[in-house]
């Protein structure tokens, strides 16, 4: 494989440090696993077993059959599938071909299944059969030439088996590493999804990253217990697994216990989950039935890791090295990570820069201020997204000077470790799932009865926090129950309020008219969060 050493270089008019022996794309990245370990496991998933020659022989032929039916360089496919094999080998065969991947979440409702495959204008829309009753209609997306489904085929959708046929070769794609390889729509404080555009660039530099930062081997096995369509699931375990020509192990979904049984049948080495994953798999009783010795990496993220858990996982699992990892999807996943070696000492610190990351903290004037003090986190490298897909307004707003906007309150001391203060967005952190209020609140005030609706999250045990609704209602409130069903046929099942409070008062703000969402911290506090079922 490659080494690491690093030089600068220009990339969509930034000056990145980048590691200067790299493949030149998502496609180069696999070809050098299939060179180095042909015959070894490259993927499984129940009964399924892939060796990566096996994997390149399938994305080839899915490559040459997309191409029949018209996907080229450039155009979108959407993915609309859980952790399931189909997802990997369409990703690659798109990625070959120079196409963008549009990965869409199998949690997702109607309306945002459609803003997204209507913003991002896919030609192909490849989904589980399950997911058929959620999808727009034909009339609704002219454009969508093909769909494409795995599993059940019904009217109007063509069956996955289509693609494993033979098929023409196609033209030769010449693929730029500054070229998208896909987009990821993240929820934006306006409360329009912003597509954040990947590049092959920024993919491999975080699969690299991961691969140095949390000292992977080659052949490590990575288990997939989150979504493939986050950046988390799709970097640090898919893509980091190709670097490494190891072995993903995919989980269709997360349970406790069957993820323990998987560590130890399947010999999984490697993890990166939110803390609640590991405080569920702390309380499942296989954890201390099954041999887990194998595990040696846990990356964690999304929210910190309690010191109990801390402790009662060394306990339990003593080789298991933890380490936290920061970032988002505008940084291709790691921006900071935080080693094992440095979890007792830093416990308050989600890590130091990955190797080619600059970060940099300014206070609201733009001014780079002291180590140690706080500010805003302005994060650059190759792995910063260049910019969001059609939407010149967020770019114009989140990037300065080739840095990203993160949003977070943050400070970094003497020693390069980051540690991570407050939220300048309005976010809750729900397991790891980030949801912004203003997305949740916008669904809600839809009903003709809201008068006013604030979104505001509250401490839970073990998802970090939970998501609370306050409506007001002049003419009366309907029930909690009604608003939860409203939010389900909208929203992704994560954003949809664990807890709906009515207000017999207007929403409390202060003098400048803003709402003042910490009042409503605290009355939610007071309850316990016990009006899950109405209001």
Known sequence: MQGTDIRREIHHGRIVRCFADRPANVDMLLQSAVNRRPEEMALRAD?????????DNAVEQVARNLAARGLKKGGRIALLLGNLPEFLIVFLAAARLGAIVLPLNVRQRRPEILFMLEHSQAAILVYEDRMADELPGQ??????RHRIVVGKVHDGAEP????RTEAPPYATVIVDEDDPVCILYTSGTTGTPKGATLTHFGVIHSAI???????LHEGEIGALAVPASHVTGLIAILLAMLRVAGTSVLMKEFKAREFLRLVEEELVTYSLMVPAMYNLCLLAPEATERDLSSWRVGGFGGAPMPPATISRLAELIPQLQLMNVYGATETTSPATILPSSAIATHAD???????????VVVDPDGREVPHGQMGELLIAGPMTIPYYWNNPEA???SFVGGYWRSGDIGSVDEDGFVRIHD???????RGGYKIYSIEVEAVIARLPEVSEVAVVGYPDPVLGERVAAF???PAGAPPGEQIREHCARNLSDYKVPDTVMALDTPLPRNANGKVLKNALRDIVAEHGGHARKGA
Do not use: M, W
Request: hydrophobic content about 40%; some cysteine; overall charge negative.
């Open 349 to 359: 610190s989600v890590g130091q820069s990955v190797a080619c990351a600059d970060i």
């Open 47 to 55: 009964d399924l077993s892939l060796s990566y020659r096996d994997l």
């Open 160 to 163: 996955f088996d289509n693609l």
């Open 395 to 397: 770019n114009a707003t």
């Open 139 to 144: 009339d609704e997306l002219p454009g969508l």
């Open 423 to 429: 939220r300048l967005k309005d976010v809750v952190n």
């Open 209 to 215: 990253h991961f691969e140095t930062g949390l000292g």
């Open 471 to 473: 409506v007001h209602c």
